[in-house]
Nanobody, 120 residues
Framework: QVQLVESGGGLVQPGGSLRLSCAASGFTFSSYVMSWYRQAPGKERELVAG???????NYADSVKGRFTISRENAKNTVYLQMNSLKPEDTAVYYC??????????????WGQGTQVTVSS
């Protein structure tokens, strides 16, 4: 049974930090590209950061220099370290796993999300 379980969200003041974790099970974690997305109320879900199987990373412009994505294959876990948080970072954060099989076929799994609220 495939599971992606996010944790680490919560309420933090502007300028503060949080570390999100996404624990995976039920599939071969190291074979998947992992990403963090977020969705604020009334807005589309957007990509925050991604990390390939080899560890290459990419970030949304809005979080570059503040957020860091990393993965620990031995623990089947991907992390998102969020520093210098701003109120506009408030959203539900989701973990996604993708495996590209070729021929346009993608295996994709989503977590249930964790709420991050940045407010004084």
């Amino acid at each position: 049974q495939v599971q992606l379980v996010e944790s680490g969200g919560g309420l933090v003041q502007p300028g503060g930090s949080l570390r999100l974790s996404c624990a995976a099970s039920g599939f071969t974690f190291s074979s998947y590209v992992m990403s963090w997305y977020r969705q604020a109320p009334g807005k589309e879900r957007e990509l925050v950061a991604g990390i390939t199987r080899s560890g290459s990373t990419n970030y949304a412009d809005s979080v570059k220099g503040r957020f860091t994505i990393s993965r620990e294959n031995a623990k089947n876990t991907v992390y998102l370290q969020m520093n210098s948080l701003k109120p506009e970072d408030t959203a539900v954060y989701y973990c996604k796993a993708d495996r590209y099989l070729g021929g346009g076929t993608i295996l994709r799994y989503w977590g249930q999300g964790t709420q991050v609220t940045v407010s004084s």
